[in-house]
């Protein structure tokens, strides 16, 4: 009796623990399943390091690369184009685009047939009024002689004073009319001068040493002089020297000065930096839609050839540097912590603050805030704290920074991707990964 009651006992209070269990297990897998449940996406934080080096502000613009010196050559008598100049360098050939021509050089020939006509009858009026002044100084010379004899006769009273007062009237005519010949003469000898010169204009000769960079005419063509001279070659005078046009906005004018240095890439030559120095700022403005621009002139060399005229440069005016400087990514100082599940940052807390500072011209700043204050994120075990920093210079891809708890090294946090969710979900919902804010970094770990 005794025995089967010790032996109910034990059985009873087996079954209370088998159920004392059961309900254990049953509340852990409902409280692992609800955690699930409530949980937010895994985080990923990409990283970068606090480098130290040389910061290099900037001025960005586009321009256009120019000759130094453009001359224009014209024509200054119209008439055909007989004939286009020889190479100087290669003589079976005609001045074309790129040719490398002299001072002096033949461009063009004009047909002269008329010019030299012109000329012949200059040459022939020269001759007759030459004629005439000879005439014309004989005939004076033989008044002068009557004129004497008149006097003569008159102190001896052979004639009366009005044929003295003739002969004294006839010598002071020829002698006027010596003049007019004279004058005529040299009229003559002018039109003559400027028929030659009018025929030397019917050869285009090139008045500066340089290269052909546009050929306007053509065997045959004809060309017609009025008060703007035709446009036939344009030379640049020396292209190993040249000059780059930028617009500068005028939010940026004020940063340019006489002499600043300037680098500049150009699409032909992708791979290369050219340098120059600022020569030029031209104060006539220029808008376009409601945008001011100034140009900016930058002479830089081309001793070697390797730039071409009118080419599309890109430009930074060197502004300021920083050298031997801590410096982050722009994007360290806009990446702030998004907000989790229920509240709370994506990293399980955050400290130090509320908002991130921006680079000055990196990023947006909030209002009212100091534009030289900014905040970067670093991990700690499992949170985000946030470190308050001074911004210096940027030069758009980095930003001085210094402050407390910076140093060398330090591994910031400059983005961060959604994981795929590890809790439970429908078998029929499709599996998508998350996406991250801010940009690329050193992969740091999740949560």
């Not at 010196?69 to 184009?81: F, M, N, S, T, Y």
């Not at 040459?123 to 006097?151: G, P």
């Not at 010949?181 to 340089?210: D, F, M, W």
């Not at 919902?429 to 996406?435: F, L, S, V, W």
Request: net charge neutral; charged share 20%; hydrophobic share 40%.
């Amino acid at each position: 009796m005794s025995s089967r009651c010790v032996r109910s006992g034990v059985c009873a209070v087996m079954r209370r623990l088998g159920v004392l269990m059961l309900l254990g297990g049953l509340a852990a897998g409902a409280w692992w399943w609800f955690s699930q449940r409530t949980a937010g996406p895994a985080v990923e934080y990409r990283l970068a390091e606090v480098l130290r080096g040389d910061v290099l502000a900037v001025v960005a613009a586009t321009g256009t690369i120019e000759p130094e010196e453009l001359v224009d050559v014209g024509a200054q008598v119209a008439g055909r184009i007989q004939d286009l100049g020889r190479d100087p360098r290669e003589a079976t050939r005609s001045i074309d685009y790129g040719s490398q021509i002299e001072e002096g050089t033949v461009l063009a020939r004009i047909d002269d047939a008329l010019y030299a006509a012109q000329v012949e009858q200059a040459k022939a009026t020269v001759s007759r009024a030459r004629a005439d002044v000879e005439q014309q100084t004989i005939r004076m010379q033989q008044l002068e002689r009557e004129w004497n004899r008149a006097q003569e006769f008159r102190k001896r009273n052979s004639i009366s004073d009005a044929d003295l007062d003739l002969a004294r009237a006839n010598w002071q005519a020829a002698q006027a009319a010596v003049s007019v010949s004279q004058a005529s003469h040299e009229q003559a000898k002018a039109s003559l001068h400027q028929a030659e010169i009018n025929l030397g204009y019917c050869t285009i000769r090139s008045p500066v040493k340089g290269v052909i960079i546009d050929r306007r005419v053509n065997i045959g063509q004809t060309v017609v002089a009025s008060l703007n001279a035709p446009s036939l070659f344009l030379i640049a005078k020396d292209l190993g020297r040249l000059q780059v046009w930028a617009s500068v906005n005028e939010a940026d004018i004020g940063q340019i000065y006489l002499g600043q240095s300037v680098k500049f890439t150009v699409d032909a030559r992708p791979n290369e930096v050219f340098r120059g120095t600022v020569a030029q700022i031209r104060l006539n403005a220029t808008m376009t839609q409601n945008v001011v621009t100034y140009t900016v002139v930058v002479s830089t060399d081309n001793a070697d050839g390797r730039l071409l005229p009118y080419l599309t440069a890109s430009l930074q005016f060197e502004r300021e540097t920083r050298r031997d400087v801590l410096t982050v990514p722009n994007v360290a100082l806009r990446w702030q912590p998004r907000s989790g599940p229920g509240g709370g940052s994506a990293g399980g807390a955050a400290t130090g603050g509320s908002g991130g500072g921006n680079a000055r011209g990196a990023g947006q700043g909030g209002g009212g805030r100091d534009p030289s204050l900014g905040k970067v994120w670093v991990r700690e075990g499992e949170l985000l704290r946030a470190i308050e920093v001074k911004v210096g210079l940027t030069d758009g891809v980095v930003t001085e920074i210094e402050g407390d708890g910076i140093a060398e090294g330090v591994s910031v946090v400059v983005a961060d991707v959604l994981l795929e969710s590890t809790g439970p979900s429908s078998p029929f919902a499709p599996k998508t990964q998350g996406t991250g804010s801010g940009a690329g970094g050193t992969k740091g770990g999740s949560r």
